[in-house]
């Protein structure tokens, strides 16, 4: 599976941005989706996931009632709306692809994109 991402800029804090994760394959429905992030200085840490249906997601803490994640099977895609933003926020975000389990662990993810920068300032 190869994913590449798309979406990501500068935004002002309250804004909002739309990233997308196009992948490639056709067993892209048996993979459970995930985001993830990395600040500068800091290790990479879990966004949100989506499991291989779309019917069920959960988030970190941290952007829980701000981001939504979802996807589009026919379309191959998986996309982070991102609401409410904050200078917190600013890091490279990264799409993965896990075919064993529906995880926040960052271990689980066989497959990743090579992330697009989001930046949001004050």
């Known amino acids: 599976v190869q994913l590449v991402e798309s979406g990501g800029g500068l935004v002002q804090a309250g804004g909002s941005l739309k990233l997308s994760c196009a992948a490639s394959?056709?067993?892209?429905?048996?993979?459970?989706m995930g985001w993830f992030r990395q600040a500068p200085g800091k290790d990479r840490e879990f966004v949100a996931v989506?499991?291989?249906?779309?019917?069920?997601?959960y988030y970190a803490d941290s952007v829980k009632g701000r981001f939504t994640i979802s996807r589009n099977n026919a379309k191959n895609t998986v996309s982070l709306q991102m609401n409410s933003l904050k200078p917190e926020d600013t890091a490279v975000y990264y799409c993965?692809?896990?075919?064993?389990?529906?995880?926040?662990?960052?271990?689980?993810?066989?497959?990743w994109g090579q992330g697009t920068q989001v930046t949001v300032s004050s």
């Open positions: 394959g056709r067993t892209f429905s048996s993979y459970a």
């Open positions: 993965a692809a896990s075919s064993g389990s529906y995880s926040s662990n960052i271990d689980r993810y066989e497959y």
């Open positions: 989506i499991n291989w249906t779309g019917r069920s997601a």
